[in-house]
């Protein structure tokens, strides 16, 4: 950043330059709260007993693999034998 000779600036130079400081602060303190109350809202969770989930859907059952190969080896031995359906 270059250096201001802040002795040869006027009066409304000055204070230009103040409020452009006091802008540039102001956006960096907004965006600092918004991160700190974002990491806040994450840690309040282990503030707080834990709550019961209200509903929560049921497991699907799967079919065993065993199940899975049976059928599979059903399907090949149909595909094979065409001809004693036909029959």
């Not at 204070?15 to 907004?30: C, F, H, S, Y």
């Not at 974002?38 to 693999?65: M, N, R």
């Amino acid at each position: 950043m270059a250096k201001i000779d802040l002795d040869a600036l006027g009066i409304e130079e000055l204070a230009a330059l103040r409020e452009t400081a006091g802008d540039i602060l102001m956006e960096k303190v907004v965006a600092r709260r918004a991160e700190l109350e974002a990491e806040l809202e994450k840690l309040s969770v282990y503030g707080k007993p834990a709550k019961k989930p209200q509903a929560e859907p049921t497991p699907s059952v799967k079919a065993k693999k065993s199940d899975e190969r049976k059928s599979d080896e059903k399907k090949a031995d149909e595909a094979k034998d065409p001809v004693a359906k036909a029959a």
